[in-house]
T-cell receptor, first 114, second 113 residues
Framework: DSGVTQTPKHLITATGQRVTLRCSPR?????VYWYQQSLDQGLQFLIQ???????AKGNILERFSAQQFPDLHSELNLSSLELGDSALYFC?????????????FGPGTRLTVL | AQSVTQLDSQVPVFEEAPVELRCNYS??????LFWYVQYPNQGLQLLLK??????LVKGINGFEAEFNKSQTSFHLRKPSVHISDTAEYFC???????????FGAGTQVVVTP
């Protein structure tokens, strides 16, 4: 158990819909990272937040957005969902803004878009 | 631009045999390299990392990796594998100074008795 929690574990929805994925980092960690893992794209970095502020952006679509709240939990919002958004979404956390200290990964949320 | 290539998509290996997983990178900036492992139905876990210093890096569970700057490689090795090492292994390179990682496609290791 990494100490990072993600909810829900599984999510099934339809095209065009909007969903919110939630992540609670390890106690004391200030950075949260979001990753997407799919069969065709592999594991891709989406976005990083540090202490409530966006720190780095990766291959995140404009239909996707994220935020980190004052209690440090983070949410990833996916809208106008397409079939290709079906993937495993991981959240990771690290103690500071430099993710080269170990990133601790949650168990993931499996999103299926029908 | 940085990128990482894992040369083998799947590596079958017998229990107690050695294993080597190959990773090559390209980077135009300082090199930060990582190996993560993903056990079935779990998130990723850090095995080891190279940030600077000794080119031979020792990690958890008996794994080690060697940073070779001239060959732009960071191969992962274990002298004797267990059934429990069956997992997917990801090599990653740091894309900036903050912690943004680019992962390779992964190598599936299947250990059989």
């Amino acid at each position: 158990d990494s100490g990072v929690t993600q909810t829900p574990k599984h999510l099934i929805t339809a095209t065009g819909q909007r969903v919110t994925l939630r992540c609670s980092p390890r106690s004391g960690d200030l950075s949260v990272y979001w990753y997407q893992q799919s069969l065709d794209q592999g594991l891709q970095f989406l976005i990083q937040y540090y202490n409530g502020e966006e720190r780095a952006k990766g291959n995140i679509l404009e239909r996707f957005s994220a935020q980190q709240f004052p209690d440090l939990h983070s949410e990833l919002n996916l809208s106008s969902l397409e079939l290709g958004d079906s993937a495993l979404y991981f959240c990771a956390s690290s103690v500071d803004e430099r993710g080269y200290n170990e990133q601790f990964f949650g168990p993931g949320t499996r999103l299926t878009v029908l | 631009a940085q990128s990482v290539t894992q040369l083998d998509s799947q590596v079958p290996v017998f229990e107690e045999a050695p294993v080597e997983l190959r990773c090559n990178y390209s980077s135009s900036v300082s090199v930060y390299l990582f190996w993560y492992v993903q056990y079935p139905n779990q998130g990723l876990q850090l095995l080891l990392k190279y940030l600077s210093g000794s080119t031979l890096v020792k990690g958890i569970n008996g794994f080690e990796a060697e940073f070779n700057k001239s060959q732009t490689s960071f191969h992962l090795r274990k002298p004797s594998v267990h059934i429990s090492d069956t997992a997917e292994y990801f090599c990653a390179v740091g894309l900036d100074s903050w912690g943004k990682l680019q992962f390779g496609a992964g190598t599936q290791v299947v250990v059989t008795p």
